[in-house]
């Protein structure tokens, strides 16, 4: 027999921008039921920054606008109303203090993701918010300005609901994509999805020697093309497949598979620049070899041995005897090494989605539909991926909060 009860708010998934909105709903004296498909709550959260749970970063709260990619101006309302300072705040008057690490991350002191799981479910209890797990939903249905959630053995009928279902990331985690056609159902329109906070995978990786080696700080181009598309500098990681590090897992919102990306392996990129700084070094030292006239530009040993191999130059040949076309070449190497991308890491290896949904749709001051009152949306399952260094759970907790905060009592 199914079952039917009538509640003020249905939120669903019990992620963090899931938890904190159905806490503070709970906290208005709403009627608040919690949908959550897994058996237990926030599994994505619990492994978040390998089980630590990077929550949020110490930066200025203006500073974090430009970490969202092109989406700095719809994040703004929902960062600026509940910021990272409130999220610490949150946890530290809770009993749970929390530390920055690794420029700016901010960690619980205990560094278990569950601590900051545990905080999120006791507000939830204390706020009376009734959370239904295994509660998979088979369709949602709106008439009458009431909205009617069908689950395996029951029916809900609500004036509100806040999806919060997450993207298609670690789908082990139960982030499978269903807030997607949840909001597909209901009229939304779904942006193009892939996995985001990934690295690229190189078809016939020529540096598999050089696994384990990273670059501080290097710069990072993208063709498209024979076309310039963008550029970025940061940390990037030699692995057995390709390339990975910060740098490239924040800029792989912006890539495509056959794209191609040129990395520069020195201070600059400007290949006329590196080259006249290299004859300079040759003129200075051209009885040395080669391998050790290029040691000032601290290209990692194996890396250096690899690109001379690559442009059939002896690392133990005098500098002074370096052909032209092959210090053309080898220029050309260092400052604009260049890959083509096979394809990006699945989303069973993506730390977040690219894409969801449209953010022309949806009201960035109430995280409400613009579509159809009463509909809320919050965290990943919007068109919003931002770089590591948690800058997307900030995301999750401040739109959830925002979304629960407009709520019509």
């Given at each position: 027999?199914?079952?039917e009860?009538?509640?003020?708010?249905?939120v669903?998934?019990?992620?963090?921008a899931?938890?904190?909105?159905?806490?503070v709903?709970?906290?208005?004296g709403?009627k608040?039921?919690l949908?959550?498909?897994n058996?237990?709550?926030?599994?994505?959260?619990?492994?978040s920054g390998?089980?630590?749970?990077n929550?949020?970063?110490?930066?200025?709260?203006?500073?974090?606008?430009?970490?969202?990619g092109?989406?700095?101006?719809?994040v703004?309302?929902?960062?600026?109303?509940?910021s990272?300072e409130?999220?610490i705040?949150f946890?530290?008057?809770r009993?749970?203090?929390?530390?920055?690490?690794?420029?700016?991350?901010?960690?619980?002191?205990?560094?278990?993701?569950?601590d900051?799981l545990?905080?999120?479910?006791?507000?939830?209890?204390?706020n009376?918010?009734?959370?239904k797990?295994e509660?998979?939903?088979?369709?949602?249905?709106?008439?009458?300005?009431?909205f009617?959630?069908q689950?395996?053995?029951?029916?809900?009928?609500?004036r509100?609901?806040?999806?919060?279902?997450?993207g298609?990331s670690?789908?082990?985690?139960?982030?499978?994509?269903?807030?997607?056609?949840?909001?597909?159902q209901?009229?939304?329109?779904?942006?193009?999805?892939?996995?985001?906070l990934t690295?690229?995978?190189i078809?016939?990786?020529?540096?598999?020697?050089?696994?384990?080696?990273?670059i501080?700080?290097?710069?990072?181009?993208l063709?498209?093309?024979?076309?310039?598309?963008?550029?970025?500098?940061?940390?990037?990681?030699?692995?057995?497949?390709?390339?990975s590090?910060?740098?490239?897992?924040?800029?792989s919102?912006f890539?495509?598979?056959n794209?191609?990306i040129?990395?520069?392996?020195?201070?600059?990129?400007?290949?006329?620049?590196?080259?006249?700084?290299l004859?300079?070094q040759?003129?200075?030292?051209?009885?040395?070899s080669i391998k050790?006239c290029?040691?000032?530009?601290?290209?990692?040993?194996r890396?250096?041995?690899?690109?001379?191999?690559?442009n059939?130059?002896?690392?133990?040949?005098?500098a002074?005897d370096?052909?032209?076309?092959?210090?053309k070449?080898?220029?050309?190497?260092?400052?604009?090494?260049?890959?083509n991308?096979?394809r990006?890491g699945?989303?069973?290896?993506?730390?977040?989605?690219?894409?969801?949904?449209?953010?022309?749709?949806?009201?960035?001051?109430?995280?409400?539909?613009?579509?159809?009152?009463?509909?809320?949306?919050?965290?990943?399952?919007?068109?919003i991926?931002?770089?590591?260094g948690?800058?997307?759970?900030?995301?999750?907790i401040?739109s959830?909060?925002?979304?629960?905060?407009n709520?019509?009592?």
């Amino acid at each position: 027999m199914i079952q039917e009860e009538t509640v003020d708010v249905i939120v669903i998934g019990a992620g963090p921008a899931g938890l904190f909105a159905a806490q503070v709903c709970g906290s208005r004296g709403l009627k608040t039921y919690l949908l959550e498909k897994n058996k237990s709550a926030g599994l994505k959260l619990l492994i978040s920054g390998t089980g630590q749970c990077n929550i949020t970063h110490a930066g200025k709260i203006g500073d974090f606008l430009s970490h969202y990619g092109d989406n700095s101006r719809f994040v703004r309302t929902a960062l600026y109303n509940y910021s990272n300072e409130n999220v610490i705040s949150f946890f530290q008057e809770r009993g749970l203090r929390l530390i920055e690490v690794n420029n700016g991350k901010i960690f619980p002191e205990t560094l278990k993701s569950r601590d900051i799981l545990s905080i999120l479910l006791s507000e939830c209890a204390t706020n009376k918010v009734c959370i239904k797990y295994e509660t998979s939903i088979s369709g949602i249905v709106r008439s009458e300005d009431l909205f009617k959630v069908q689950t395996q053995d029951s029916t809900f009928t609500t004036r509100n609901i806040i999806i919060c279902t997450g993207g298609k990331s670690y789908p082990k985690t139960g982030s499978s994509g269903d807030g997607y056609q949840f909001a597909s159902q209901l009229g939304h329109s779904i942006t193009q999805i892939k996995p985001a906070l990934t690295s690229i995978l190189i078809d016939d990786f020529p540096f598999q020697i050089c696994a384990g080696i990273s670059i501080p700080d290097a710069i990072i181009q993208l063709y498209r093309g024979t076309k310039k598309i963008r550029q970025t500098q940061g940390d990037i990681l030699f692995t057995h497949k390709g390339i990975s590090g910060p740098g490239i897992l924040d800029f792989s919102r912006f890539l495509n598979p056959n794209d191609t990306i040129r990395l520069s392996l020195t201070k600059t990129a400007n290949s006329d620049e590196f080259e006249k700084s290299l004859l300079e070094q040759i003129a200075l030292n051209g009885k040395k070899s080669i391998k050790n006239c290029l040691s000032i530009y601290e290209i990692p040993e194996r890396l250096l041995l690899a690109i001379l191999e690559m442009n059939q130059i002896d690392p133990t040949s005098k500098a002074a005897d370096l052909e032209k076309t092959k210090r053309k070449a080898l220029v050309k190497h260092i400052t604009a090494l260049e890959f083509n991308i096979d394809r990006l890491g699945g989303f069973k290896e993506a730390m977040a989605t690219n894409g969801g949904v449209a953010l022309d749709e949806v009201n960035q001051k109430t995280m409400e539909s613009k579509l159809i009152k009463g509909l809320f949306f919050a965290g990943e399952v919007l068109d919003i991926d931002a770089d590591t260094g948690g800058y997307n759970i900030q995301f999750a907790i401040s739109s959830g909060v925002l979304a629960a905060q407009n709520i019509l009592s």
